[in-house]
């Protein structure tokens, strides 16, 4: 059975930093590649960063040079850390890894 959760969420003011951690237990987490989205109100979810098996990021053109998504294989962990965070950041944050879903973390970004 897969699980996959989030944590790290929080209430902030603009130019502020998060980290947000998921940990995903019943898939071969080595070989997968890790996935965060998000979904603002009224919003799609839209996918944020990526990180493969091997290292390899992509990210949302409005979070670049502004977000780091990184991976830790030996506690099947996988991280964003977010810098200079702005109002429209404002989100569920959920992590993904193959169909499955994590509940979701809220980052709120307000002066």
């Known amino acids: 059975q897969v699980q996959v959760v989030e944590s790290g969420g929080g209430s902030v003011q603009p130019g502020a930093s998060l980290k947000l951690a998921c940990t995903a237990s019943?898939?071969?987490?080595?070989?997968?590649?890790m996935n965060w989205y998000r979904q603002a109100p009224g919003k799609q979810r839209e996918l944020v960063a990526r990180i493969t098996h091997s290292g390899s990021t992509n990210y949302a053109d409005s979070v670049k040079g502004r977000f780091t998504i990184s991976r830790d294989n030996a506690k099947n962990m996988v991280y964003l850390q977010m810098n200079s965070l702005k109002p429209e950041d404002t989100a569920v944050y959920y992590c993904?890894?193959?169909?499955?879903w994590g509940q979701g973390t809220q980052v709120t970004v307000s002066s």
């Open positions: 993904m890894v193959y169909d499955d």
């Open positions: 019943g898939i071969p987490f080595r070989i997968s590649t």
